[in-house]
């Protein structure tokens, strides 16, 4: 599903040259629940980043698909994006000046689906997650919890193959997390492959696999056999 | 693919700062196109013909400063040394110079012995030279012979026979036609004043007023009233001014002489046309300026502020140019809301000013023009922001805060 093989990412400015991955190399399967971990500042976003085209790899080789990314043109990889990749962000990231249903309906009207389509999808995921009630309603009425389960649906309403989350439940108290976690682990069996940054140990042990970053680099992969038994180095 | 609902509902939310730059929009459009109708009326009277050769043409007057000057005699040496100048086409004298702002008007009619229902004029006394020596056309009839000038002195009672009139005179006291021949009277007088001569056209003193254009000649030279008027040479005139003013000096010492040409005399008629121009410009340049920053402004706050959003657009699959699109559809639809407010207010504005200031109607196509260019203006003030905005990284979604 996933395959980056030597990915490198610096960033330059006038001063510093700042490594965020070096030699990173790492493979995820079609349909796995793979949790990321490591200190601040190791290079966690770095990779989500990449990952799910928002940045471009300094060198390098990332197969998506099995289709070779790392040559792409910004439209290609808008389109990419848009069609195969579904972004939960620690923020929730809704848009504020619109209300769910038109938040859920921003990926969908760059696809290119007619109404009738994007409305049926909406309503679809709203129930999935369980707000169907609140569909008018704008984000800054709904708690973290809800907000970041809408910014979910609004990631799973294109039905893309590949979710990405960046400490989704960084912004949640321990319930409203338990809660998103579920959500994830549903969607998960349901086929779509995740990849989730977290800082908390008990979710990163219930993923598939976890892997440790540290400095630029993945520095451990153990394959778990089941969640309560991984291992957190 | 068009997003004009969510693009509306976004706006709703921010609707006071939308509609006040609308509301600006709509302002200057409402103003721009009232000042361009004025403009437009304004130069087109400054541009209108005179019926003269202006840029050819100077005139001189004196003081003299003895008390029994003999002025018929001045007249004619004077005027037979200045026609023997080099680069002096023709030369006329005449009670008072066309354009200069200073004439005789009064009623004329139709009929002997009236007093009401005349049609008011110009008139001028001039010698046989008139037509050449204003650049006028004659267009029906003849002009004076030298014998038909009549000398009138303060004391004189000596009434013109004939006349030379202005189209615009002969079509307006005689609008049967064929002014040629016929006879018109002064107020409360019944003698009998025949036309002979018809010239296209003359301006007159004033040409703002409600009299210009409509002139009478008649065939004399008053003492009271008197102004050298010399055609050039076509490129002369600066050089014939400089030395019909030595020469009237030298001739004769004893006098002030005044020289002035057409052109500046002229100028100063419509000195208040052209400043009107020039200050309604620069507000319409001003206001363009002023509602094209601001929507400038209002964009680049916009996309500031919503940095966070459009690199979380981005993410979700949003293509440069469909981000730029947004910015654009939004201005789009801030500047049509305002334009179509601006339109409608450009209409009444217009109408309060034809009724209270007697300004000229605002004609449709003028309303149309001023929005489309404003809405040009609009595009382009929002392009660059716009532009600029597609370049924020789709990263911003997750590394800003
Ligand atoms: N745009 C950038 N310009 C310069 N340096 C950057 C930029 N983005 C990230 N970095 C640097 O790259 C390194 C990796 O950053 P990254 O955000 O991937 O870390 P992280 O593991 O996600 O940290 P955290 O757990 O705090 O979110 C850090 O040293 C960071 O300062
Ligand atoms: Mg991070």
Redesign the pocket.
């Known amino acids: 599903m996933l395959k980056m093989h030597n990915i490198r990412k610096s960033?330059r400015?006038d001063t510093i040259e700042?490594h965020?991955l070096r030699d990173f190399s790492l493979e995820v399967d079609e349909g796995e629940f793979v949790s990321v971990t490591?200190p601040?500042?190791?290079?966690?976003?770095?990779?989500l980043n990449i990952a799910g085209l928002l940045e471009t790899p300094t060198g390098g080789e990332y197969r998506l698909d099995g289709e070779d990314v790392s040559n792409l043109n910004d439209r290609q990889r808008s389109r990419l994006r848009n069609e195969k990749i579904g972004f939960i962000f620690q923020g929730f990231n809704l848009i504020p000046d619109l209300n769910l249903f038109d938040n859920i309906d921003v990926p969908l009207r760059y696809r290119g689906f007619n109404a009738k389509e994007r409305k049926k999808r909406i309503e679809k995921v709203l129930d999935q997650v369980g707000l169907s009630a609140r569909a008018k309603h704008l984000p800054a009425q709904l708690s973290g919890g809800q907000q970041q389960r809408v910014a979910i649906a609004r990631a799973l309403a294109g039905e893309p193959r590949f979710l990405l989350a960046d400490e989704p439940t960084g912004n949640l108290d321990s319930l409203m997390a338990r809660q998103v976690m579920e959500l994830l682990e549903f969607i998960n069996e349901w086929g779509t492959t995740i990849v989730m940054?977290t800082?908390d140990p008990d979710l990163a042990r219930r993923a598939h696999r976890n892997i440790q970053?540290v400095d630029g680099q993945v520095s451990d992969l153990h394959r778990a056999t089941a969640p309560a038994t991984a291992e957190i180095a | 693919m068009l997003e004009l609902r969510p693009i509306l509902s976004a706006l709703w939310r921010h609707k006071v700062s939308a509609l006040l730059i609308a509301l600006q929009l709509g302002l200057t459009l409402a103003i721009v196109s009232n000042a361009l109708v004025v403009i437009d009326e304004r130069s087109e009277r400054i541009s209108r013909p005179t019926g003269l050769a202006v840029e050819d043409i100077n005139s001189f007057s004196f003081l003299a400063i003895p008390e029994d000057y003999d002025k018929f005699e001045a007249f004619r040496l004077d005027l037979d040394m200045i026609r023997s100048l080099p680069g002096v086409a023709s030369a006329t004298i005449s009670n008072h110079v066309p354009l200069s702002g200073s004439g005789s008007a009064s009623g004329f009619y139709t009929e002997p012995n009236k007093e009401t229902g005349g049609i008011s004029a110009n008139y001028y006394t001039v010698d046989e030279h008139f037509i050449d020596a204003l650049g006028m056309k004659l267009t029906a009839g003849r002009g004076f012979s030298p014998e038909e000038v009549m000398q009138v002195g303060a004391t004189s009672s000596e009434r013109p026979t004939v006349a030379v009139v202005t189209q615009k005179f002969a079509d307006e006291v005689f609008p049967e036609g064929n002014a040629l021949g016929k006879a018109f009277f002064l107020g409360g007088d019944d003698h009998p004043i025949e036309v002979v001569g018809i010239v296209e056209r003359n301006l007159g003193p004033w040409p703002n007023s409600s009299v210009a254009g409509r002139g009478v000649f008649y065939p004399a030279i008053m003492d009271q009233w008197f102004y050298y008027i010399v055609r050039a040479e076509p490129g002369q005139r600066d050089a014939v001014l400089k030395l019909v003013e030595e020469k009237l000096a030298e001739r004769d010492p004893n006098r002030v002489i005044n020289a002035d040409t057409m052109e500046e005399q002229k100028a100063q008629q419509y000195a208040s046309d052209n400043t009107m121009i020039k200050v309604l410009a620069s507000v319409v340049i001003l206001l363009t300026f002023i509602v094209a920053l601001g929507i400038v402004g209002l964009t680049v706050f916009w996309i500031t502020q919503r940095q966070k959003q459009i690199g979380v657009r981005r993410a979700l699959g949003a293509t440069r140019s469909a981000i730029s699109r947004y910015f654009l559809l939004e201005n789009l639809i801030i500047a049509v809301t305002g334009i179509a407010l601006g339109a409608a207010a450009a209409q009444v504005f217009n109408g309060f000013l034809a009724s209270e200031f007697n300004q000229p109607a605002l004609p449709p196509i003028v309303t149309i023009s001023c929005a489309l260019f404003l809405l040009g203006v609009s595009l382009a003030a929002a392009l660059v922001p716009a532009l600029r905005a597609a370049n924020i990284s789709p990263a911003t979604a997750t590394?800003s805060v």
């Open positions: 960033y400015t700042t965020a490591g601040s500042g190791s290079g966690k976003t770095t990779f940054v800082h970053i | 590394r």
